[in-house]
């Protein structure tokens, strides 16, 4: 996964892509990331349906 061009780690699943969110500084700690946000993420080679929801 990259953020603003850097590599900042490999992504196992939507936590991870959140998590390397919010490290970067991208997004707020204290709220949810939204991952179909398309200004905030851009997907290749697949889309967020690809990604299976985690188990509640």
Not at 12 to 23: N, P
């Amino acid at each position: 996964m990259t953020v603003h061009g850097q590599i900042v780690g490999l992504a196992h699943g939507r936590g991870d892509v959140a998590e390397f969110l919010r490290r970067a500084g991208v997004a707020d700690p204290a709220h949810d990331v939204t991952l179909d946000d398309p200004r905030l993420i851009e997907w290749r080679g697949g889309s967020l349906d690809d990604w299976p929801m985690p188990p509640a």
